[in-house]
């Protein structure tokens, strides 16, 4: 059986994935997203959901576990805000 290989991100890489989703979306805003383009977000920022016809990454999560697993948070009002930036973002890329 093949394993599965999980490759976890330092917080600054999820803060950088996080800037980067942001502008690929600011470009891409109202406009259908390519096959590579899609490829390209799932490569990069796994975590990936769809709605309404738009991939969207939430690296914010991804961050919030990351720095939760290193030690770098501990306080879970930290990674509540975290998780609340993610809904925030994820609601001004669809519109909401």
């Known amino acids: 059986m093949a394993q599965l290989e999980l490759r976890t991100y330092s917080l600054r890489e999820a803060r950088e994935n996080t800037q980067r989703l942001r502008d690929m979306l600011k470009k891409k805003r109202g406009k259908q997203l390519s096959p590579m383009d899609l490829f390209y977000m799932r490569a990069y920022f796994g ?14 999560m991804a961050e919030a576990r990351a720095a939760r697993e290193s030690g770098l948070i501990k306080e879970w009002k930290e990674i509540a805000k975290l998780h609340s930036e993610a809904c925030e973002l994820t609601a001004k890329i669809l519109g909401v």
């Open 47 to 60: 975590d990936v959901c769809e709605a309404r016809g738009v991939y969207v990454a939430l690296i914010k």
